[in-house]
């Protein structure tokens, strides 16, 4: 039966289950056990024994970051497990991987990921990740591809979608908290005021915005394109210099891919405005806004090589018949039509970043990017830009046609 586990409880239960005893090596008794999740949702353990360690979450039966008059559905557990097995045979070694899982106390022990760090908080390091492109573009291909309809049949597409439908209360907190409650009054809104009060009251009576904020809300619901991680921001990323495990993806259902890769977009274009507040040398400062304006690219342009790649040489699925693509005239037409669903889905990762980026700054749920910046004056000057950069990617999302002119606007912004 589910019961909210305490230190003391996570030490009998573990102290059950043989193969965990195995991993960890040593008495029971001598284990250490901390909790140290620092998240909005679940309870985050960290185990040790004589020979080895591992990470253990259990989701509560309430949001953490609001306490328990906002309930929450136990069954996110299920979910997260469910794509965990699933990223971890679709992009192996960039997930962690599972020891053990408990549905009915909604816990999962997985790897403990040592010396890896959440990836947010490197960045306000100023430091620099070598394998992430790489990495991320890779998971991005291979779980966005790999899910769609262009790799499985209907059926097992339909069947998929199926699996994860019940996974509704978590996409109800990104319907509110991302695609309604920053453009409205409500409760739990929070901004630096007094300095963007002026701006979150604009956002507000803006029309334009809440019918583009309104579009990418219906795509979000309504556009079961691929199996998503569904919260794939810096936070839910941990990194070293060499390796880059996705964490997290208890938010996973399917969606529009585009959510996904703008996650990752708009998190880093984030860090980049934010950098200006944090403490840097000149030259640290200018040698990181760089490698971050880099990787933008990176992961876009990455990810596209590696998707379009997947898609020529791995297309099994029912989306493309290849039977109504013959002879050369039919393959060019094919490639023209793959470059043309790239452009549509670098509109939605556009309009999925600016979305992504405005709910941190006038929603609920902050991120710590901007959240340590501690002169507040200095932080809204961030976050102003950040806003101003994310209303135009999502008024003009069709304009922005590259990678590149997102940085370049970016780039601009960075010291208005
Ligand atoms: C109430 S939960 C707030 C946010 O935390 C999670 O990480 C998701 O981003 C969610 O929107
Ligand atoms: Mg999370």
Redesign the pocket.
């Known amino acids: 039966a589910y019961r909210i586990l305490r230190e003391a409880d996570l030490r009998d239960y573990l102290a059950g289950l043989p193969a965990i005893v195995a991993q960890l090596g040593g008495a029971p008794a001598d284990w250490s056990i901390s909790e140290v999740g620092d998240?909005?949702?679940n309870l985050v353990f960290i185990v040790k024994g004589g020979s080895g360690g591992l990470a253990v979450k259990q989701a509560l039966p309430y949001?953490?970051?609001?306490g328990e008059s906002?309930p929450?559905p136990l069954s996110r557990a299920h979910y997260e497990h469910m794509a965990l097995v699933h990223q971890a045979r679709l992009a192996p070694m960039l997930v962690p991987a599972v020891l053990h899982h408990d549905a009915p106390l909604a816990l999962t022990a997985m790897e403990l990921l040592e010396p890896h760090i959440i990836m947010r908080k490197g960045l306000i390091e100023a430091t620099w990740y070598p394998r992430f492109v790489e990495d991320i573009s890779t998971f991005l291909a291979q779980t966005l591809f790999f899910t769609s309809d262009l790799a499985l049949s209907a059926a097992e597409k339909k069947q998929g979608i199926a699996d994860f439908a019940g996974n509704h209360a978590?996409c109800k907190?990104?319907e509110d908290?991302?695609f309604t409650d920053p453009y409205r009054i409500a409760e739990q809104n929070r901004w630096t005021a007094p300095y963007l009060d002026a701006t979150a009251a604009a956002f507000r009576e803006d029309l334009d915005l809440h019918v583009a904020i309104s579009r990418l809300k219906l795509k979000f619901m309504a556009s079961p394109q691929a199996l998503l991680h569904g919260?794939l921001?810096t936070?839910?990323i941990m990194v070293t210099d060499s390796e880059t495990r996705v964490i997290?993806p208890?938010?996973a259902f399917y969606g529009p891919m585009g959510f996904d890769i703008g996650a990752v977009i708009g998190n880093l274009l984030m860090a980049y405005l934010a950098s200006a507040g944090h403490e840097r040398t000149p030259g640290e400062r200018a040698s990181f806004e760089a490698w971050l304006l880099a990787t933008m690219e990176g992961v876009w342009s990455e990810f596209s090589r590696k998707f379009l790649a997947l898609w020529r040489s791995e297309a099994n699925g029912d989306g493309y018949p290849v039977s109504l693509f013959t002879g050369e005239a039919g393959a060019a037409r094919l490639e023209a039509e793959r470059q043309a669903y790239m452009a549509r889905l670098f509109e939605d990762t556009v309009g999925f970043a600016a979305a992504k980026t405005i709910?941190r700054i006038l929603?609920?749920?902050h991120n710590i990017d901007f959240e340590w910046i501690a002169d507040e004056k200095q932080r809204a000057i961030c976050e102003a830009r950040a806003l101003k950069l994310a209303r135009n990617m999502m008024l003009e999302a069709p304009s922005y046609t590259t990678i590149g002119a997102v940085t370049y606007a970016a780039r601009e912004l960075r010291n208005w």
């Open positions: 998240g909005n949702l949001v953490r970051l609001v906002w929450l978590l907190i990104t908290l991302i919260d921001h936070g839910s997290d208890e938010f709910r929603g609920l749920a």
